[in-house]
């Protein structure tokens, strides 16, 4: 295969243009795109008056446009005689490059709008869709479980529990903790404005018991556990390790999703109490500091409370509920991984989202129904 090449000589007003080598694709690759520039810079403005075929070897459209660039179009009349089927390929490609093409019409921001939307509710039905799938394949995997109790497998149980809960009590009592002094302190400032210091001892007790503590809790768990369970289970689909349980006869539910959902459902009660505890302490010291109520009399002030027990009930029955939440959305996510990062980060981001997000729809449902029992 001869290199692609060119000679000039001068001809009077013209000048005579030899085209020599293959001026096809794979040709011209060997020259790196330079033969072009070349070729226009050693032209000029000057018009070609004889173009001369007699070394041209093999010719396709990358090297007619190479040479319809160089030479603007402009060749003399019947340049190709002595080739008319190197003309034909030349004539295409330069009424391909004369041809204005029409501009794409660019959509009205109203309906690109009405397309994003549109473009939105498909994805989510899309995802409401697949949920529903992983619910009806997460329910069958736990009743399998429970139907055949020896198939279980406890060391991931005991190992998802000490990852996703135990570890996770200093977060969660460190950040109840505050959260219940900066209850303390909001209603420190506003009750003693009124006289009514010792009501501050209720404030606390309540928020905290039936609200601050599991909603703190779960929503830690699911910036930390959530994101986990879809980063450790993405990983393994982009790997296709879960194809490979698959291949082995091992249900990836029994070995993957049912031990992290038993471990959220075992430990977020638990750290839901604690978070109880360290925000009542944190609400305490803030109370003896600022409104001079001793810990002595802010414990028995909470035990006359009357329906003490229905804020710790209602504290604590949203706990399992939220656990199966996080979990469920964690693994979920991470089952649809597919094989690149960018989908394993767009999950983990989605699981963090999802969760956060149906904490507090399910918290705010939970409000509407315990309002309507009067709980």
Known sequence: MATADFEIDSQGKGVRLRLVGDWTAAGLSRLRGRLGPRLRKELGDAPVSTLDLSDLGRFDTTGALILSKAVHGALPEGAWSSRPEVGRVYDRVQAVECTDAAPLKRPSGLTRGFAKVGRGMHDIGGEAILSMAFLGRLITATGSALKHPGRIRWPAWVSQIERAGLDAIPIVAVTAFFIGAVVAFIGADLLQQFGFDVFAVELIAISVLREFAVVIAAILLAGRSSSSFAAEVGAM????????????????????????????????????????????????????????????????????????????????????????????????????????????????????VQAIFAIIFLDAMFALIFLELNI
Request: glycine share 10%; aromatic share 6%.
């Open 237 to 352: 689909k982009m790997n296709q390790e879960i194809d490979a349980m698959q291949v082995m006869g091992v249900n990836p539910f029994q070995a993957l999703v049912i031990p992290r959902l038993a471990a959220m459902i075992i430990m977020l009660p638990l750290l839901t109490f604690i978070a109880m505890l360290a925000g009542l302490f944190g609400g305490a010291l803030v109370a003896w500091s600022q409104l001079d109520l001793g810990l002595a009399f802010f414990v028995q002030r909470m035990s006359v409370i009357s329906d003490i027990g229905n804020h710790l009930f209602v504290g604590l029955v949203k706990a399992p509920v939220f656990a199966i939440v996080v979990a469920a959305i964690g693994c979920r996510q991470g089952m649809a991984v597919s094989g690149d990062v960018e989908s394993l980060g767009r999950r983990v981001t989605a699981a963090v």
